[in-house]
């Protein structure tokens, strides 16, 4: 059975404490911090765990298919703001370009 804790969040961001700061709500203004003794549990917001589209009249079935989320770690993002996302171009194994949306975490964390 496969785990969704910290230890594989694209979310996670360790602190010198040993502590995670889970930043999938940043954008939201919401700060959570995990204590370093629960970063080894099950965590429903987990950046790879595949949750159902929830939102009425969508035509896709799971949340990371959506035309509103990072394609990178399926962060909810609010298009209106161009500040929390940008359209960039990556490469292909085959040598072909595809343009994708990226939030400005992932592009600032580097992926």
């Given at each position: 059975m496969e785990t969704y804790n910290c230890t594989g969040c694209l979310f996670a961001?360790?602190?010198d404490n040993g502590d995670i700061y889970c930043d999938k709500r940043e954008f939201e203004g919401i700060t959570c911090i995990i204590p370093k003794d629960k970063i080894h549990?099950?965590?429903p917001s987990h950046s790879d765990y595949i949750r159902e589209e929830t939102r009425y009249m969508r035509p896709w079935k799971f949340l990371?298919?959506?035309d509103d989320v990072c394609q990178v770690c399926h962060?909810?993002?609010d298009l209106q703001d161009k500040n929390q996302y940008k359209y960039v171009e990556v490469k292909k194994d085959d040598g072909s370009k595809n343009l994708i949306r990226k939030c400005s975490i992932c592009i600032k964390k580097g992926r």
């Amino acid at each position: 059975m496969e785990t969704y804790n910290c230890t594989g969040c694209l979310f996670a961001n360790k602190l010198d404490n040993g502590d995670i700061y889970c930043d999938k709500r940043e954008f939201e203004g919401i700060t959570c911090i995990i204590p370093k003794d629960k970063i080894h549990l099950n965590c429903p917001s987990h950046s790879d765990y595949i949750r159902e589209e929830t939102r009425y009249m969508r035509p896709w079935k799971f949340l990371h298919e959506a035309d509103d989320v990072c394609q990178v770690c399926h962060r909810m993002l609010d298009l209106q703001d161009k500040n929390q996302y940008k359209y960039v171009e990556v490469k292909k194994d085959d040598g072909s370009k595809n343009l994708i949306r990226k939030c400005s975490i992932c592009i600032k964390k580097g992926r």
